[in-house]
Each structure stands twice: as C-alpha cells, then as structure tokens.
C-alpha cells in the first residue's frame, strides 16, 4: 500500500521497546491513528525531537492491512506550541481537547474535527489570559458539537416541545439538553436562567459575541460541560484530563 500524507497533530506518545515510539496521531485525512515511529528514540532518528505533544505538521504514514497499528515514515514538525504552556489554564484545556479527540474522533476522514481541534490550539496560544477560559470553554463544546454531542438548546431534549427562551429552564445531562417544564418536574438538572441559556448558546455559535462571564459563571458552566461529557463521552473510563481541568488544582498550589 504507498504512503499516505496528511496533516497531523501528535495526540499522545509512548515508548515501544529500546528505540521505537508509538504515537497517536489525529490527522486531517485519516481521523484519529496509532503509528509506530521506528527508531524515534535513537541519536540519529530522522524524527529528532519532531513528535512533540500537540506539535503540527505533515505526517507520512504507511497502513497496515492486518491491524490498527501502522508505520510512521515521516513527520515534520511545523508548530510546536510552547506558548500553551505558558498558563496553566491553556495547557489544562488543550489537553482536554486533546484527550476528546482520543476518546471521541472517528479513525476515519472527519476534517471537521481536526480543523476545530487545530485551530483551537492556536487561538488558547494567543489568547490574552482573561479571554482563554471563555475561549477554551467555546472550543470544548464546539467539539463535543462537532464530534455529534451537541445539547438541544431549542426544543426539549426529552419530548421535543419548543421552549420559552424567556423562561428558566432545567439542563439535564443524561436527556442531552435543556428540558420543558412538563419534563423537567421529574428530573434533578442544573436550572438555567435565560441569561445562562443565552451564554451558552453563544459559547456553541462560533459566530456568536463571546459572553462575559465572571468567575461565578465561569464555574457554573465549567461544572455544566464536566457533567456532559462524563456522562455522554466517558462511558465509565478515567478522563484524567477532564478532572484536571475541572478541579483546577492549579489554582490551590
């Protein structure tokens, strides 16, 4: 089978043997992929310190016919995005993009995802630091959206029935959205004012003004995707960077 070149951002690594490396990669082309990168880790490897996390670039991969395990030829490093590291918070919600693009992109062509993922990385690198929160909580749930998670905003998640936008209305994770007040009388869920509802139909529209959120808010809708996504993406698995993003431990250290 001849090689493959697409776009790729490194996902995640881990060490195969004395001198190989294995790396999930997501591309533009192929989704979500695992690739062993022979002789990474030796001296003279022709991927030298290419294989950063999240670094960018066009990656050639060889598909192998009998398994999910291919061979990574080539990968030329293009970004390496040191400035997300620069914040803790910028480093705390790439990783939670990155790890939704482990547990939830297709291993097949979903450039939809892999565009929002990589433009994401880049706008929390250059966002000023009182903007990388609501813009990391935009692209978080512009990928659970994209990724085909997207909360019902409109019509009640459970029935169907058109909401009253003037009204409060209950979110309930588990339904997948707001509820009307018929389906909500039955169900424990987080009470969304209009304001809230508002903002959070902004933070899904990336055409839409980015909401102004104080820290009180900003919690609220941070706990608000942290239960969404634990119940719709986790299926029972550990999200490690779900629950470093959440809990922000950075913030009492």
Partial sequence: ???ISTPAIV??????????????????????????????LRPKSRFGAALHLLSEGPATLVLSRSSDLHTLTQFDSREIRVGLAARMDRYATAMLLSELMLRLAPASRHPESYDLFRDALAVLEAAPAAAVEPLGLRALWRLVAVLGFAPALEQCARDGAPLDPAAASCFSPQDGGLLCGNCARDTVGAQLRPADRSALGAL????AELPLLDERHLAAHR???????????????????????????WIAA
């Avoid at 195969?16 to 690739?35: D, F, M, N, P």
């Avoid at 899904?204 to 055409?207: H, N, Q, V």
């Avoid at 119940?231 to 809990?247: Q, R």
């Fill in 1 to 3: 089978m001849p090689p």
């Fill in 11 to 40: 996902l995640a690594t881990i060490r195969y043997g004395e001198t190989s490396k294995i790396a999930r990669l997501a591309t533009r082309e192929l989704g979500v992929q695992s690739a062993i990168a022979k002789g990474a």
């Fill in 204 to 207: 899904l529209a990336p055409e």
């Fill in 223 to 249: 706990r608000l995707l942290e239960r969404y996504v634990r119940y719709h993406l986790a299926e029972g698995a550990a999200l490690p960077a779900l629950a470093f993003w959440a809990e922000r431990g």
